[in-house]
């Protein structure tokens, strides 16, 4: 397998496709030579049939606004590879989602849910819905409209889905209720869903949790504690949120947020007084992130992110290519030492460059942001066997689960000289699983 030329071929069937194709790039170049150490791999043309996913559905999907207007918006389910487990991933609803946003974050997904050691398949889904502005009813009309369509591709053994942007508690509850009338069936079908009805304790947290927890692994192989270190988080979603709240349990001190509009910094840190103050922004007012800002009295910055601020561990959380090679390298000169993933893909290819040429611990989402989708694999465990687990159980897991993805990155991405490739470490740990998961499975 030659990396460049299935890239260049996959650019030909499907031109336009940017962040696909960029997804696509990072995991070829990274597994090349393990890969062709395996003949059996290329006759049975292995990378085609993990590149391309295994099928792609798309609708429309029709509801009816607080006016009485009547819209459309287009709905997707990218199913990328059961292998390993049912289809498992996120519904993202955003006006930017199209299909190379949810085919590179189905495959990202794939080999994601294969580090986690758990029998999970990849896949992804959402609308180009905008949430933004719309009413409690709204929401649920259209959560509502969405689900007439998607419920027949999914099920508990079949396809899971679970959160990502825009999708948190409120439109989970919607879309399973619809599920669950439209089925006839309660059964664990989607993760992220309320305490009252199969949710997980720590679910909610896991994301932004289990990319602190993955840090702390990085910082120790470095002997570096987390105490005191000032934190460069982007986004104010849920995984921003909860790796704030870890990180000030454990003494560091995030100082900065963001939202698509621009970005807060606050050099005195966010307390957890001013944590509680973002979350009922965010999740009950539905607010911008200026505001913030506004009432701590601190900086501003419209249209921008937090990357040329002063810090020593950046977290991005918010969206794909927040971080381009310009402002890895202002980070560099700005003192960062460590680059953890919250969010999928925040990193552009000459950033990761910077950051590796730099040594840097540096974390794809890949890896770090895992426990996300750790912890609603540890849901559907629960809702299988009908019970919950404690708090203390799930967080215990959820830490095993991170500091197991670290161990595999470090096996396999430990370079010549000794610095831990996380990339290489976590695509060659998370495809080798799934490649001869595929093979054992025959040619289908
Ligand atoms: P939320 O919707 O809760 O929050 C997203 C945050 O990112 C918001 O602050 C949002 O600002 C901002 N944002 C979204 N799109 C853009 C954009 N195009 N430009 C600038 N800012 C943007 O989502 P999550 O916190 O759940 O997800 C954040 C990231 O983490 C995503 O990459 C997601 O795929 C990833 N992730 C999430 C997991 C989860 O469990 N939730 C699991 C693993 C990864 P605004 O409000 O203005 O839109």
Not at 7 to 21: G, I
Not at 114 to 136: E, Q, V, W
Not at 414 to 438: H, L, P, R, S, W
Request: one cysteine or more.
């Amino acid at each position: 397998m030659k990396s460049e030329q299935v890239l260049s071929e996959l650019k030909r069937r499907f031109p336009n496709e940017s962040e696909y194709h960029q997804a696509v790039q990072e995991v070829l170049e990274s597994i090349e030579d393990v890969y062709n150490q395996h003949p059996e791999f290329e006759k049975a043309n292995l990378i085609e049939r993990l590149c391309i996913p295994d099928r792609i559905f798309s609708f429309r999907i029709t509801w009816v606004d607080d006016k009485g207007n009547t819209h459309t918006n287009m709905g997707y389910r990218v199913q990328h590879c059961n292998a390993i487990g049912p289809y498992k991933g996120g519904l993202r609803l955003h006006a930017s989602v199209n299909l190379s946003i949810l085919k590179f974050l189905a495959f990202e997904q794939t080999f994601k849910n294969s580090l986690t050691t758990l029998p999970m398949g990849g896949g992804k889904g959402g609308s180009d819905f905008s949430p933004k502005g719309k009413s409690n009813a709204e929401i649920m009309r259209f959560c509502q409209a969405f689900m007439t369509e998607l419920w027949r591709h999914i099920g508990p053994d079949t396809d899971v889905p679970a959160g990502d942007i825009g999708v948190g508690g409120r439109e989970v509850g919607y879309l399973f209720g619809m599920y669950k009338k439209l089925a006839r069936e309660f059964t664990g079908t989607f993760t992220g869903k309320g305490l009252t009805f199969g949710g997980s304790l720590i679910r909610p947290e896991a994301t932004g949790y289990g990319n602190v927890y993955f840090l702390l692994e990085m910082l120790k192989t470095k002997n570096i504690d987390i105490k005191g270190k000032k934190c460069l988080v982007s986004g104010s979603g849920n995984v921003a949120q909860y790796t704030c709240e870890k990180l000030i349990e454990l003494g560091a001190i995030p100082v900065s947020l963001s939202d698509s509009n621009g970005y807060i910094y606050d050099p005195e840190g966010i307390t957890t007084e001013k944590l509680e103050y973002v979350k009922e922004l965010k999740e009950l007012y539905r607010g911008r992130i200026s505001e913030y800002a506004e009432t701590y009295g601190c900086k501003y910055v419209p249209n921008a992110r937090p990357w040329s601020e002063k810090g020593d561990i950046a977290l991005p959380s918010a969206t794909q290519n927040e971080i381009n090679g310009e402002d890895a390298k202002k980070l560099v000169e700005n003192g960062i030492f460590a680059v953890s993933e919250g969010a999928n893909m925040p990193s552009t290819p000459e950033a990761i460059e910077a950051f590796q040429q730099a040594k840097i611990l540096y974390a794809p989402g890949k890896a770090a942001n895992a426990g996300g989708v750790s912890v609603s694999g540890l849901e559907m465990t629960q809702n299988s066997e009908r019970l919950s687990w404690a708090a203390e159980e799930v967080d215990n897991k959820l830490k095993w689960i991170m500091q197991n993805i670290h161990e595999n990155c470090v096996k396999y991405g430990t370079e010549a000289d000794g610095y831990v490739n996380y990339v290489k470490g976590a695509n060659i740990a998370g495809f080798m699983k799934v490649a001869k998961a595929v093979m054992a499975q025959g040619i289908i």
